[in-house]
């Protein structure tokens, strides 16, 4: 940290100011509307690997075989010896006659046989020496010689001592084994060698790093990414990974409680299948967690391809009811006692449910009706939001809007006054989805301010735009089907697109209550917006230009003291700059503090920036 004084800071800045000057005027003595507490979220939707293959710490995929009931997916399978066969098998099913999970993988061997199973993970599983690894399978194994189970590299360097599996005599058993790694790889895979005669069905083969997130099995660093963005609420679990293709394919929260291995496991819109391990129950633990207000998108009976005829409805309306009693009711209540059974006995406090997503038409606002109806009149405190797509519904009060956008830069930088103009009298607005998706490469600095610049006008109208939250949140970089991602991975490391570092800036910055500003400039491409929050005055720029802008800012009703000002700039050289795997910080904001011997001076916002400025008047001048 260093610091200027006013006449070494004017120097320096107006140095690089090369834009006609522009001028803009705080008013910190005239606070207008509050700022929305829940103005900044995040929305966790299972796409691009987020889930499994991301947040959640699993390490095997396909871990149940029920990818396919054909064909062991994402298993490779290495025979060896006449006749030994490996496949699917429904007829013995680890947990009986459950309605989910009931395929194994089934190996059977003739005298001498040798088969492997071979698990990479998600392309590749990241193993770090000296951690601490939990593997657990269900085995029921009927094979005279021998069986082991080996973590190790692609070259055939074990990471672990080799676990015996003993017979089973017919049952199945569970294996559990806790181990140390002995190194490093990025390219481990799980080796399940089969050798002799008989047969041997394998189910729910799991490896799980021991270290939690909050005694969550997810990916630390994934988790902390996410709680450094302070969420104020968290909305879930889509998308359209909520809808489905068909109905078939929808979310139905219940498919994903209870034991791991018996919940469902879904092929969904990223194109991929998830184990649910995060299921209902951890998304609400994570919202906790993350003190965030947990806000459950529920399909209404409507998927991209088929709708639930009217007649058919009632099971899907009791499922709204029943998540909300799962969320909120008592421990003794039906739904409230699998709540307090999955170990959490007192009440989620689910407050927002919304009515489907991306959902229209007449059928959207029939079915809305039916929810909205079911939901006052059991839970009249739960606020509902609605989907505006298309159109909004027109049969019941809407008492807040879900509006999503994804556009390109110039469409941010051309709508950053859209709320501006939105009707006071109407419903609050939940901006529930929104990226810069075009023209952006992998997530670059202009896409960043674009958002912010439209960002800039939710804050400015947060009496009307009372969430917002960027998406998609997460994308292993290995699985990217969504582009761009606030967060990127790999099974190992993590970084955070330009896009993340401003949805950061603003949560973690935001003020209370706004001020007016007026800015007055020859460049359409700066924009502001500006709060205050106990004594400080917080001011947020966005310069888009390749030109510095001077600026001379005055900050009225805060006296004529020194200022303080803590600065906080995320820039780069190049409107296109981006970070990667290999270049994680590139783009990143820094922080500077500042010192100007009055509230009025003049500052040049930086070529292609955002700059959040939290100001304090200061007695005295250092
Ligand atoms: O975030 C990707 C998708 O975009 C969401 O699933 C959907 O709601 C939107 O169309």
């Known amino acids: 940290m260093f610091r200027f004084s006013f006449a070494v800071a004017s120097l320096l800045l107006v140095a690089v100011a090369t834009a006609a000057p522009a001028t803009l005027r705080v008013q910190a003595d005239r606070p207008g509307h509050a700022v929305s507490p829940m103005l900044h979220g995040v929305f966790f939707e299972e796409i691009n690997r987020a889930g499994d293959g991301g947040l959640y710490a699993e390490m095997v995929q396909n871990r149940s075989f029920e990818d396919s009931e054909s064909e062991p997916l ?7 010896g006449d006749g030994a066969s490996v496949g699917i098998d429904r007829t013995h099913p680890m947990n009986g006659d459950q309605e989910f999970n009931s395929c194994a993988l089934r190996v059977q061997l003739p005298q001498g046989g040798v088969a492997c ?16 690894y939990q593997l657990s399978l269900m085995v029921r194994n009927g094979v005279d010689g021998e ?62 790093p021991r270290s939690r997130w909050k005694g969550m099995p997810l990916r630390p660093d994934l988790a902390q990414m996410i709680s450094d963005l302070r969420p104020a609420f968290m909305r879930f679990p889509g998308g359209c990974s909520v809808e489905g293709e068909t109905l078939a394919d929808a979310y139905r929260w219940k498919e994903t409680i209870g034991d791991v291995a018996a919940r469902r496991t879904q092929y969904n819109l990223g194109k991929y299948h998830s184990t649910h391990g995060l299921g209902f129950h951890e998304y609400l633990q994570l919202a906790e967690h993350l003190g965030a207000e947990p806000l459950f998108v529920i399909n209404c009976g409507m998927s991209h391809k088929q709708v639930a005829p009217m007649a058919e409805m009632q099971p899907w309306v009791q499922d709204a009811l029943d998540a909300i009693e799962y969320a909120n009711g008592a421990a003794d209540s039906t739904w409230g006692a699998r709540r307090a059974k999955a170990g959490h006995e007192r009440p989620f406090h689910l407050r927002y449910i919304q009515i489907g997503n991306e959902n229209d038409g007449k059928e959207y606002d029939a079915r809305y009706a039916l929810f909205y109806d079911a939901i006052k009149k059991q839970h009249p405190d739960v606020r509902i939001v609605a989907n505006s797509w298309h159109g909004k519904p027109t049969t019941r009060p809407i008492e807040i809007l879900d509006e999503h956008y994804y556009d390109s830069p110039a469409f941010f930088f051309a709508n950053a006054d859209r709320y501006d103009k939105y009707d006071r009298s109407g419903p609050r607005i939940c901006v529930g989805e929104f990226a810069v998706t075009k023209d952006c490469g992998q997530g670059n600095l202009i896409a960043a301010l674009g958002e912010a610049a439209f960002m800039s006008g939710l804050e400015r109208n947060s009496d009307v735009v009372m969430m917002s939250s960027y998406a998609p949140l997460l994308a292993n970089v290995r699985y990217k089907t969504r582009n761009p991602a606030a967060i990127c991975f790999d099974a190992s490391r993590v970084y955070g697109t330009p896009s993340y570092f401003v949805q950061q800036m603003f949560a973690t910055n935001r003020p209370d209550v706004v001020l007016p500003v007026q800015l007055s400039t020859k460049l359409p491409t700066l924009f502001a917006t500006a709060g205050r929050k106990g004594d400080e005055v917080i001011l947020k720029v966005v310069n888009a230009s390749g030109d510095a802008q001077e600026t001379e800012v005055a900050i009225d009703g805060v006296g004529e003291s020194a200022i303080h000002i803590r600065a906080i700039v995320l820039t780069s050289a190049k409107p296109d700059d981006e970070n990667s795997l290999d270049q994680p910080t590139k783009v990143t904001p820094g922080e500077r503090d500042l010192l100007f011997a009055k509230p009025a001076f003049t500052y040049a916002f930086a070529p292609y920036s955002v700059t959040v400025m939290r100001m304090r008047a200061r007695a005295g001048q250092d």
Do not use: P, Y
């Open 74 to 80: 994402s298993w490779t399978i290495e025979k060896s």
């Open 117 to 132: 199973i071979i698990n990479d993970g998600f392309k590749g599983m990241s193993v770090r020496a000296k951690r601490q």
């Open 147 to 208: 069986m082991n189970c080996a973590l190790r590299t692609r070259a055939g360097k074990d990471l672990a001592d080799v676990v015996k599996i003993e017979k089973t005599d017919g049952a199945w058993k569970k294996v559990d084994h806790r181990f140390t790694a002995t190194g490093d790889a990025e390219d481990a895979r799980l080796v399940i060698e089969c050798k002799g005669s008989g047969e041997v069905s394998f189910d729910m083969v799991s490896l799980l």
